[in-house]
């Protein structure tokens, strides 16, 4: 078996770290977040935010900075996806469920390109991107608190950036979906209007395709047709990926009763981007659960 196949994320990041020079810093980790202050978050909020983002950035060996900063003089929104797709890795913060946020973000998973996304505890996981792993901090930014979530982004940075140089195929989000063409930018001449209705027409393709996709009964597939299937399909989608990591929990816990187990679950689960609002997905846990009891005992 090839080497490459059997790293550890923790021997990515070491191997990783130990090739950060003052050069590294040449690379850009472009930010999406809230600017504006928002309602329910103190003023100034997330200026102190972006200060956190920026200081594991730089442990990472990159300059941070908003996707809307540039040293270039132009327009402002051309500015916005250019460095969205240009930059080596994008840190989200989609605290709050800011619109603008949201949309940046689509746009970066739309080009395929490495993301970390990370919420607070106040902000509710969105149905779109619940799959995807997000990284949790404290909105009050409580100081043991912010040097760990600091500490935990550095190192995913540093993980996220080398396993896209390892693996070739490497898909944060589209690949997971199907075969697609992914959207990329161009030199393209015309104006700044025509150019955005060309991006904009793109992504609706991209679009597109991923429902076309989902609605299509493929061979063995689950033959999605209507609303209701879509959200049967997304729940068989959550039994079983969610069924990975009660697994992992089972094997590393020691659980006398079944109450103790499902509890852990319960509460370890959205760590790991599992939205449990769902009665499906809770009683999901339990099911898979039983079964563990039962094979156990």
């Known amino acids: 078996m090839n080497a490459k196949q059997i790293k550890s994320e923790e021997d990515i990041i070491d191997e990783a770290q130990e090739g950060i020079t003052t050069n590294t810093f040449d690379k850009t980790c472009g930010i999406i977040m809230p600017i504006a202050d928002m309602e329910n978050y103190e003023v100034g909020h997330w200026l102190r935010v972006k200060e956190l983002i920026k200081q594991a950035a ?172 879509i959200k049967q399909a997304d729940d068989r989608f959550y039994a079983g990926e969610m069924g990975k990591h009660l697994d992992k929990f089972m094997t590393q816990h020691t659980f006398t009763n079944f109450d103790d187990a499902f509890n852990f679950a319960i509460s370890e689960l959205p760590k790991h981007g599992f939205n449990m609002k769902s009665a499906v997905r809770r009683e999901a846990v339990k099911r898979h659960l039983r079964h563990f009891f039962l094979a156990r005992n």
Do not use: W
């Open 58 to 229: 730089s442990n990472s060996g990159f300059r941070a900075r908003l996707v809307s900063e540039s040293e270039d003089i132009g327009v402002i929104h051309s500015r916005i996806v250019q460095n969205i797709h240009d930059d080596e890795i994008i840190v989200c913060d989609v605290s709050g469920k800011n619109a603008n946020v949201m949309f940046e973000l689509g746009l970066r998973l739309a080009f395929d390109k490495p993301v970390i996304i990370i919420i607070d505890e106040r902000t509710g996981y969105s149905f779109d991107t619940s799959p995807i792993e997000h990284l949790g901090y404290r909105s009050d930014m409580r100081y043991h608190d912010t040097i760990d979530f600091i500490d935990a982004l550095a190192k995913k940075i540093v993980a996220t950036v080398a396993k896209k140089v390892d693996d070739p195929n490497y898909s944060p989000f589209v690949g997971h979906f199907g075969k697609f063409t992914v959207a990329k930018l161009r030199e393209v001449e015309g104006t700044p209007v025509e150019y955005f209705g060309h991006r904009l027409d793109e992504i609706q393709n991209t679009v597109d395709q991923l429902v076309t996709h989902l609605k299509q009964d493929r061979g063995g597939g689950i033959g999605i047709k209507t609303d209701t299937d």
